[in-house]
């Protein structure tokens, strides 16, 4: 079984700045693509921010220059450096991985999360 377990949200005055991690535990061979996706009230989740294992990223456009993916591989942890955060940017955000469990196994299984609260609001 693989878990992923995130932390860093909370309340933030606009301007301000967090860092969320999560951390992805269990039954890993190897983790492909780690990213961040954020749902706001009576919003669709969307795409934040991906990293695959290379280093590579991709960011949504409405966070290009604010916020900084990365992630460590010796620890299986994927960060999410948001800075000069805006009202709009109020969401619950969620980690997702794409996952090898086995080596004999080269299917990518997909997991989330459970999900950390951000509130950007004076």
């Known amino acids: 079984q693989v878990q992923l377990v995130e932390s860093g949200g909370g309340l933030v005055q606009p301007g301000g700045s967090l860092r969320l991690s999560c951390a992805a535990s269990?039954?890993?061979?190897?983790?492909?693509?780690m990213g961040w996706y954020r749902q706001a009230p009576g919003k669709q989740r969307e795409l934040v921010a991906v990293?695959?294992?290379?280093?590579?990223?991709n960011y949504a456009d409405s966070v290009k220059n604010r916020f900084t993916i990365s992630r460590d591989n010796a620890k299986n942890t994927v960060y999410l450096q948001m800075n000069n955060l805006k009202p709009e940017d109020t969401a619950d955000y969620y980690c997702?991985?794409?996952?090898?469990?086995?080596?004999?196994?080269?299917?990518?299984?997909?997991?989330w999360g459970q999900g950390t609260q951000v509130t950007v609001s004076s």
């Open positions: 997702n991985a794409l996952i090898r469990i086995r080596s004999i196994d080269s299917t990518n299984y997909s997991y």
């Open positions: 269990g039954s890993i061979f190897s983790i492909n693509v």
């Open positions: 990293i695959v294992s290379g280093g590579n990223t």
